[in-house]
């Protein structure tokens, strides 16, 4: 008998997923995990004793310790009977006890394991809308809180229900979180790109954003919403609260949902700059609920949390009527709840007795590790790196000898593709492609990021400068 041909083919799978491209995990960190299996299997093999990961942003898996809090309160909720133990009062700190016996009281079945309401548990999403005033001095509906899995799910759920064609598009920043790129390739929109400034520091001007958004519109396509990354993913800008208020004004003007990732609100490392939520600066202008249409995301991925593994996040959904919320604990209701229980349990809880010195020391180290990367950087010829400001990332730009450019043409690479490539095979060293977040025409990027652990930071600069002097003076003109 034949066999019959395979039921499922690359030719016969959904060309979206064909199309959906994700550099962060592309095939720069694919070559980084041959080459670390090379070394395992073969110890002196390559020119470097271990690989470095600076593509992506998983604080924890590059040596950052877990807050004790947050570990503490989630060890006792996943174990009540710990707290029946006279001996948990001499390992666990007393507030980490009394919040988990608060957060299990209000739990269905007082256990992690279960499902929790549609939204997340209401104790919880009551923790989240408290926060969430006393950061803004204004206050939050628990209602309008939905507990997420991570930022991402909560990406998914609002691209699903704003895109229904590829009539539909979206304005997104260039340079972007390619979670943006990919997710409204992925559910058959448009993205409509709109490019940040380099030479302002990454500057989101409304002129561009006007000139995109007519371009758009005159190519048929309906503009749903406007994505803004602040702090900035790859480029650690932090918005001014002018910009902002302009940047209100213009989504409220234009009709468009403002899509606010702020996922990096508590890594700004300026003293001349400030987070302030959008939520914050819509209201501060006298914009109720019914004024703008505002999702504004967070994740305990990110700031000092680095809990990139418990997938815990939120979107505060704000300004959209009654009837499309329904429609949005819908797409809960199929899921049967949005997010894990511990998730739910990391977003909604701090504790400044004791944990307020580690989350500090957290930031602090960021801080120095930022200055110490963008300092060596702008120190490379044919380097140009901004100022890190916030988030967790470095995206300098490489003026690149004319003779790499041809050598990366002759192994059909972008030359900051075939520049990444060289940097991994000399050094270990793992960075992004700025061509997998886009930029500007004719303009070559990396990103890393600044989480390798600080007393390493030293010694992968000097490997860092020793290869970029190497390259330059194998390519120089």
């Not at 209401?122 to 923790?127: C, E, F, V």
């Not at 004024?291 to 997938?311: A, P």
Request: a negative charge.
């Amino acid at each position: 008998m034949d066999s019959a041909a395979p039921a499922v083919t690359i030719e016969s799978i959904n060309p979206k997923v064909l199309g959906c491209d994700y550099a962060i995990r592309g095939e720069i960190a694919s070559h980084a995990q041959r080459l670390q299996h090379e070394l395992q299997n073969k110890p002196g093999s390559h020119p470097f004793n271990e690989i470095l990961y600076f593509n992506v942003g998983s604080p924890q898996s590059l040596g950052q310790k877990a807050i004790t809090f947050f570990r503490e309160v989630l060890v006792l909720c996943d174990h009540p009977p710990l707290l029946d133990k006279s001996e948990t009062h001499a390992l666990f700190s007393g507030d980490a006890i009394a919040r988990a016996r608060q957060i299990l009281d209000v739990i269905p079945g007082r256990t992690t394991g279960g499902y929790s309401d549609t939204l997340g548990v209401k104790g919880l999403r009551d923790a989240v809308a408290a926060g969430i005033g006393s950061r803004d001095g204004f206050p939050a509906n628990p209602d309008d809180v939905f507990l997420t899995d991570g930022a991402t799910p909560a990406v998914h759920i609002i691209m699903q229900l704003l895109i229904r064609s590829e009539k539909d598009g979206i304005l997104c920043p260039i340079p972007q979180y390619p979670l943006y790129s990919a997710s409204i390739f992925l559910h058959g929109g448009s993205l409509v790109p709109y490019y940040l400034d380099e030479s302002t520091g990454w500057g989101l001007e409304i002129a561009e954003l006007k000139k995109q958004l007519d371009d758009a519109r005159s190519k048929g396509i309906t503009v749903r919403a406007l994505v803004v990354i602040n702090p900035g993913n790859p480029t650690g800008q932090v918005l001014a609260k002018e910009n902002q208020k302009q940047i209100v004004e213009f989504c409220k003007n234009e009709g468009l949902v403002l899509l606010a990732d702020e996922v990096y609100q508590d890594n700004v490392y300026v003293d001349d700059k400030k987070f302030n939520s959008f939520k914050k600066i819509a209201r501060s202008m006298g914009y109720e609920d019914e004024d703008l249409c505002l999702v504004s995301i967070h994740s305990v991925s990110k700031g000092y949390y680095g809990e990139c593994g418990k997938r815990g996040g939120y979107m505060e959904v704000t300004g959209f009527g009654k009837e499309v919320k329904e429609q949005i604990c819908k797409v809960a209701i199929v899921n049967l709840c949005f997010s894990n229980i511990s998730g739910q349990i990391l977003v909604g809880d701090e504790s400044y007795e004791s944990f307020n010195a580690e989350k500090q020391g957290i930031l602090s180290s960021l801080a120095r590790r930022a200055k110490a990367l963008e300092d060596a950087f702008n120190g490379l010829e044919g380097v140009t790196c901004n100022k890190a400001e916030g988030a967790m990332y470095l995206f300098p730009r490489l003026h690149l000898p004319q003779k790499a450019i041809e050598a990366a043409k002759a192994v059909d690479a972008a030359p900051d593709m075939f520049y990444a490539r060289c940097l991994l095979d000399a050094t270990g060293i793992v960075v992004v492609p700025g061509s997998g977040f886009g930029q500007e025409p004719g303009t070559w990027h990396i990103r890393c990021t600044i989480l390798p652990q600080e007393e390493k930071i030293p010694g992968i600069i000097c490997r860092l400068q020793a290869f970029h002097e190497a390259f330059m003076q194998q390519f120089r003109d």
